[in-house]
């Protein structure tokens, strides 16, 4: 078991390095561009691809790395380069990980290399679980699945939303219900392999932030998938189901909410990229603070500014601090006690929002204008209170833990 440190090794120090320089010399340059064209920023995800950091080997070295601060370190410095590119870049890895976390050897394989494609030819996947009605509340689910047993298909049926990469990926996955009367323990996870009839996508949403990563409805029309799309297969998935029946005959035995129990360990993941954008409008703000001249003076030299950055930096630091910790806890196996990963990202979410607020503060009118990158990155930075659980939700789930209550 790695011990805890604050102190990167070399190899991860190489790492960094590479990354932020990535970050500064392609994905920076082209941030605004895509931010005004509201689209999917291909070229970009080219070069990464090229490079090796569009790639399952990458997220794959990063995620098993023994110290569990790979893949944080790595969502902190492309979401310093600029939010809606990066999701753009590891927005497929959403998809990868559920195939990863579910699927057979045989599917893994299959699978999770035409979600990336090569550099010659890049592709998108798309992870479909929220549903108009189910959001945080994935218990109220209703795209359906249902086996038809004399061709061996199942057939689904439903409305996805916020889907990132939906409708333009290659390849989707999509949770479904497949029974219903035992809650989140009926759900199933399907793939939907290219150019299948009956999905089609919906609306494309026109956001606030992240406008260069694409997120659309997912409409699933009689959608047929062959039985071997089934992740994990149906042998698995009818054991589990006869499992949780029994449970829930045998006294109404609350079933666990599986899916926030992932979504606890996969929060610092958010927290990091929050950390990112934070990082980056603070020192915006930092170097216009010690630049420009009011008065005779920089204005950094006026109490009432430093200190908002004396302050800037505290959280930012105090936020990587959080993820830090919760990510070595998740590598490590320790348990989340205290809901330390949903800590982590609310801590962290909230410090990006008002960080970047008061980087727009600190330049005046100038952050106010798109001349300069804080006014994006406050765009940007309103997403992490909302995606993979709103703060509000985050704080319920600490409080139900410290309590004891159940989660769900």
Not at 40 to 48: L, S
Request: hydrophobic share 40%; aromatic share 8%.
């Amino acid at each position: 078991m790695a011990e805890f440190t604050l102190e990167l090794n070399d190899d991860q120090k190489q790492v960094k390095e590479w990354l932020h320089g990535f970050a500064a010399d392609v994905i920076r340059p082209a941030a605004a561009e895509w931010d005004e064209r509201e689209e999917t920023p291909w070229p970009v995800i080219q070069e990464a691809a090229k490079v090796g950091i569009y790639s399952l080997d990458f997220y794959a070295q990063q995620f098993f790395d023994p110290t569990g601060l790979g893949i944080p370190m790595a969502m902190e410095e492309l979401f310093w380069g600029d939010a809606g590119i990066a999701l753009s870049i590891v927005g497929t890895g959403l998809a990868a990980v559920g195939v990863l976390a579910n699927g057979t050897e045989e599917q893994i394989g299959t699978w999770i290399p035409q979600m990336y494609g090569d550099a010659d030819d890049v592709k998108v996947a798309a992870f479909c679980s929220s549903e108009p009605d189910a959001g945080s509340d994935v218990a109220s689910m209703r795209t359906r699945a249902v086996y038809d047993e004399a061709k061996d298909e199942w057939v689904l049926n439903g409305t996805k939303t916020w889907a990132t990469n939906g409708g333009i990926a290659n390849v989707h996955v999509v949770v479904a219900v497949v029974d219903p009367d035992i809650g989140s323990k009926g759900h199933a996870s399907f793939i939907v392999p290219p150019d299948t009839p009956g999905l089609s996508q919906g609306q494309k949403f026109k956001k606030h932030g992240i406008r260069a990563s694409h997120t659309a409805e997912v409409v699933l029309e009689d959608v047929r998938v062959p039985g071997h799309c089934l992740l994990g297969g149906k042998e698995k998935l009818d054991e589990r189901l006869a499992r949780a029946r029994e449970r829930a005959k045998a006294g109404g035995e609350r079933v666990k909410n599986v899916a926030m129990a992932t979504f606890e360990a996969s929060r610092p993941a958010v927290g990091a990229m929050a950390v990112g954008t934070a990082r980056a409008a603070y020192e915006v703000a930092l170097d216009y603070a010690k630049t420009r001249s009011q008065f005779g003076r920089p204005i950094i030299d006026n109490q009432g500014i430093a200190f908002q950055l004396a302050d800037m930096r505290t959280r930012i630091d105090a936020a990587r601090l959080l993820v830090w910790r919760a990510s070595w806890m998740a590598t490590t196996g320790k348990p989340f006690t205290s809901a330390e990963g949903s800590m982590s990202k609310l801590y962290a979410s909230e410090t990006a929002r008002d960080v970047t607020a008061q980087a727009i503060q600190i330049l005046g009118g100038n952050g106010f204008t798109r001349e300069y990158p804080v006014e994006r990155m406050h765009r940007d930075a309103a997403i992490y209170t909302i995606f993979e659980g709103t703060s509000e939700i985050q704080r319920l789930v600490i409080a139900r833990t410290l309590s004891g209550m159940p989660i769900r």
